[in-house]
């Protein structure tokens, strides 16, 4: 690992300030839109656009890395970024945030993609896996700290907006001067949706609805907070805990997960998840006990996310799995899109319990469906199980690798 940093730090450091920059406009376009009077179905709307932007961003980012190489794509929607995040407090209408997030989703897809590529570039085959542990790590630990430092400033002002301009815009220094070669983009062998869902119908269905989770936990945390009446400090914490939970469990279920049927794992989790959120939102519960469910909720929902991949791998040759993964992240943030939106009418409806309530539902679903597909089929048998690997953001190239007409 020490091998790793060394050699790779600059692309480290380059993520993690990216992904602090991020972090920070997440949790804080939620908490200025209640300031600026924002219906909540607005701002789920808001909320969901940033996920339709990635999507639509994976689709596009390919063709333009091929066509002008990476080192452009990366400073031009570098740049891009920047400028779209010091305009969300002088257009404080939600019509205007929601085309800036639709933008924005676009250019960190792209982002992603670059930035992956050169980490995978500048690895060997015996330092990939950790290169791939330790970018995950800076993940989590720049948006940890993306949390506390929306303490330092008023959200109804400027300070926090010009904040992750800055920190975007100094994250791509140490990743355009890295001293390793810009990588080539490959594709891979195609694999048809019809025939990813005949593979792992556990596995599609599964990211389909974790897609979801994903993006109400992730996009409505912030929005939940200000309906309870949350402090900037409290909402920052319980958005820092979904991060924290997810960093802490990820290991010990991967652990847990190559010595046992994934599926019953799966099952389990998801069975914990849904009644402890259901317990979140029909009861009105201390602050710490909110902690705990966020601490819960991000330590099961990352690491099944990882199972339903690995799953589904057990199935596969491995010519087949890098164009699985990218077709089940792509089902992901397909599902993506609609969390928000969903959440944000449910919490209209029925209050801030609605957050909670639409998760439980999920992984309801989530667990009935895995139940159902045990008694369909036998777990793999006759080869070791494919190993517990977080999947990255650069998968989001779905479209590149994905034949929808097969």
Known sequence: MIRVISTSWPLLLGVMLLMVGNGIQGTLLGIRGAIEGFSTYEISIVMSAYFAGFLFGS??????????????????????????????PVAADWMVWTALRVLIGFCFSGIYITAESWLNNAATNETRGQALSAYMIVQMLGIIA???ILNV????????????????????????????????F?????????????ISPLGC???LLTGGVFSAMFGMASVWGAMEGLSVRDISIFVGALYVGGLVLQYPV???SDRM???????????????SMLAAGLFALPFWAYLVAALLLGGITNPV??????????????????????????????????????????????????????????????????????TRRAAPAGTAPSPFIVPTASSVAATAVIDKDR
């Open 205 to 207: 269905a599964g990211m």
């Open 186 to 198: 490959e594709t891979t062998k195609p694999l048809s949706f019809r025939a990813l869902f005949r």
């Open 305 to 374: 996310y990882a199972l339903l991949i690995a799953y589904t791998n057990d199935f596969l040759s491995k010519d087949d799995m890098a164009a699985a993964s990218a077709g089940m992240i792509f089902l992901n943030g397909f599902g993506a899109i609609f969390g928000p939106l969903i959440t944000g009418w449910l919490m209209q409806q029925v209050g801030p319990g609605g957050f909670f309530l639409f998760i439980s539902a999920l992984y309801v679903a989530l667990t009935a469906y895995a139940i159902w597909r045990m």
């Open 254 to 256: 991967g652990w847990l």
């Open 261 to 275: 049927d994934r599926r019953l794992l799966i099952t389990s989790l998801s069975a914990v998840a849904a009644l």
């Open 146 to 148: 993306s949390q506390a």
């Open 59 to 88: 689709k596009m980012a390919p063709a333009m890395i091929r066509k002008v190489g990476h080192v452009r794509v990366f400073a031009a929607l570098g740049s891009l970024i920047s400028a779209v995040l010091v305009v969300y």
């Open 153 to 184: 400033g008023d959200p109804s002002g400027f300070v926090l907006f010009v904040i992750p301009s800055v920190l975007v815009s100094l994250a791509f220094m140490p990743i355009l001067l890295a001293p390793t070669p810009a990588p080539t």
